[in-house]
């Protein structure tokens, strides 16, 4: 694989880390800035939404742009935002720089995956998103541990200075490594977006929503799940943290391999495996070691489905590659924010805190199901291509 995989891995790994670590010191923020828990809360609910609003006019803004500079650019914002962060006199400031830093996350996963495609042969494809994607994945094994630790022995502004320093060494990286390439055939807003005039661009971001949305639900209510349920102790959330981290990694390395195999067969084994894994996981949730094993597997089959998930998108939009790319990664935290809710919903209403299970489940199932019409369809169109080319064919 290309260096310049590793250098993309790394701004990844800044950007990761960057959203997962204001968790960790959290209570430390809210004491700083003399806020509650749930207003700081904010700068983790606010930063999903700027990932989302983001994306797609931090793209579009960057058409006409080769997509190296452009990279370079989201990285030097990333760094001004969580340096703004570092320095914050305010809760207000704080929060502002965290919008910043967020502005650049949708665009910089997306126009990333665009390069670490056009890096390698077009059967490695998959693999090559699902490597800069490791970056992502080991931010929550080892960057969003590290920063905790970091900011519980020097103080929270001392964490976001690393993070700050991550964002150098990515910005360096990229500059070194990746090439330049050639500006991009298509210049113009409107000839991008008329990609989106293709169902299947659709169908892929619907896909996308409720498969990684499935995640999310489950994931997001995991630590009252595992206290309440399970039996875990709280100081134990933090290891079983780094055991869905581990799922992640090795899910997505592997989602790359079997999606360069076979796309949409791996699209459909690994929602299928996830909506599985959701489905009982609100029966293994009674115990600690089958909640462990089950939690691993959570993280690898949810990841294990972003490299195929990303790699379709940019099969259907062949013409806006960069754009639809975005509005994928826009469509990931969508799909957190909903199925947050949703799960959300269901405890509400007495069912338990292992009914938001039953939630992503049904997501995942939702959207293999979203995907097998989006194949079908394919199949169609090919069969309606052989049928033209027979009948133009002289006799």
């Given at each position: 694989?290309?260096?310049?995989?590793?250098?993309?891995?790394?701004?990844?790994?800044?950007?990761?880390?960057?959203?997962?670590?204001?968790?960790?010191?959290?209570?430390?923020?809210?004491?700083?800035?003399?806020?509650?828990?749930?207003?700081?809360?904010?700068?983790?609910?606010?930063?999903?939404?700027?990932?989302?609003?983001?994306?797609?006019?931090?793209?579009?803004?960057?058409?006409?742009?080769?997509?190296?500079?452009?990279?370079?650019?989201?990285?030097?914002?990333?760094?001004?935002?969580?340096?703004?962060?570092?320095?914050?006199?305010?809760?207000?400031?704080?929060?502002?720089?965290?919008?910043?830093?967020?502005?650049?996350?949708?665009?910089?996963?997306?126009?990333?995956?665009?390069?670490?495609?056009?890096?390698?042969?077009?059967?490695?494809?998959?693999?090559?998103?699902?490597?800069?994607?490791?970056?992502?994945?080991?931010?929550?094994?080892?960057?969003?541990?590290?920063?905790?630790?970091?900011?519980?022995?020097?103080?929270?502004?001392?964490?976001?200075?690393?993070?700050?320093?991550?964002?150098?060494?990515?910005?360096?990286?990229?500059?070194?490594?990746?090439?330049?390439?050639?500006?991009?055939?298509?210049?113009?807003?409107?000839?991008?977006?008329?990609?989106?005039?293709?169902?299947?661009?659709?169908?892929?971001?619907?896909?996308?929503?409720?498969?990684?949305?499935?995640?999310?639900?489950?994931?997001?209510?995991?630590?009252?799940?595992?206290?309440?349920?399970?039996?875990?102790?709280?100081?134990?959330?933090?290891?079983?943290?780094?055991?869905?981290?581990?799922?992640?990694?090795?899910?997505?390395?592997?989602?790359?391999?079997?999606?360069?195999?076979?796309?949409?067969?791996?699209?459909?084994?690994?929602?299928?495996?996830?909506?599985?894994?959701?489905?009982?996981?609100?029966?293994?949730?009674?115990?600690?070691?089958?909640?462990?094993?089950?939690?691993?597997?959570?993280?690898?089959?949810?990841?294990?489905?972003?490299?195929?998930?990303?790699?379709?998108?940019?099969?259907?939009?062949?013409?806006?590659?960069?754009?639809?790319?975005?509005?994928?990664?826009?469509?990931?935290?969508?799909?957190?924010?909903?199925?947050?809710?949703?799960?959300?919903?269901?405890?509400?209403?007495?069912?338990?805190?292992?009914?938001?299970?039953w939630v992503g489940a049904l997501l995942a199932a939702t959207a293999l199901g979203v995907a097998v019409i989006s194949g079908l369809l394919d199949r169609r169109a090919t069969a309606v291509t052989g049928i033209r080319r027979r009948e133009a064919q002289p006799v």
């Amino acid at each position: 694989m290309p260096l310049a995989l590793i250098a993309l891995a790394i701004g990844a790994f800044g950007i990761g880390t960057t959203e997962f670590v204001i968790a960790g010191v959290l209570p430390d923020v809210a004491s700083d800035f003399h806020v509650t828990i749930p207003v700081a809360g904010y700068l983790i609910s606010g930063y999903a939404l700027a990932v989302a609003a983001g994306a797609l006019p931090m793209t579009v803004l960057g058409t006409r742009m080769r997509r190296k500079h452009l990279l370079l650019t989201l990285m030097a914002i990333f760094i001004v935002g969580n340096a703004l962060s570092a320095l914050a006199p305010t809760y207000g400031i704080m929060l502002a720089g965290r919008i910043v830093a967020a502005l650049t996350h949708g665009a910089f996963f997306g126009v990333g995956s665009v390069v670490a495609a056009d890096l390698v042969r077009p059967d490695r494809r998959a693999s090559a998103i699902a490597l800069m994607f490791t970056g992502l994945t080991l931010a929550n094994v080892i960057g969003v541990p590290m920063g905790t630790f970091i900011g519980q022995s020097f103080g929270w502004r001392a964490t976001f200075w690393v993070v700050t320093a991550l964002g150098v060494l990515g910005l360096i990286g990229i500059s070194a490594l990746v090439p330049s390439g050639r500006r991009p055939e298509t210049a113009h807003v409107g000839a991008e977006l008329a990609a989106f005039r293709n169902p299947q661009v659709w169908l892929a971001v619907a896909a996308t929503v409720l498969g990684f949305g499935g995640v999310f639900a489950s994931f997001t209510y995991i630590a009252p799940m595992m206290t309440e349920v399970a039996g875990f102790s709280e100081g134990a959330v933090s290891w079983l943290l780094v055991l869905f981290g581990a799922g992640l990694v090795i899910g997505n390395l592997l989602g790359g391999r079997l999606a360069d195999r076979a796309l949409m067969p791996s699209l459909y084994g690994t929602l299928a495996g996830l909506a599985v894994v959701l489905g009982i996981f609100t029966f293994t949730s009674q115990a600690r070691i089958p909640a462990m094993i089950t939690i691993f597997l959570l993280g690898g089959f949810g990841f294990a489905t972003v490299a195929p998930l990303q790699t379709r998108m940019l099969d259907n939009a062949r013409s806006a590659p960069t754009l639809a790319s975005a509005v994928n990664i826009a469509a990931f935290n969508v799909g957190n924010a909903l199925a947050t809710w949703l799960g959300g919903l269901v405890i509400a209403a007495g069912l338990g805190y292992t009914a938001p299970n039953w939630v992503g489940a049904l997501l995942a199932a939702t959207a293999l199901g979203v995907a097998v019409i989006s194949g079908l369809l394919d199949r169609r169109a090919t069969a309606v291509t052989g049928i033209r080319r027979r009948e133009a064919q002289p006799v």
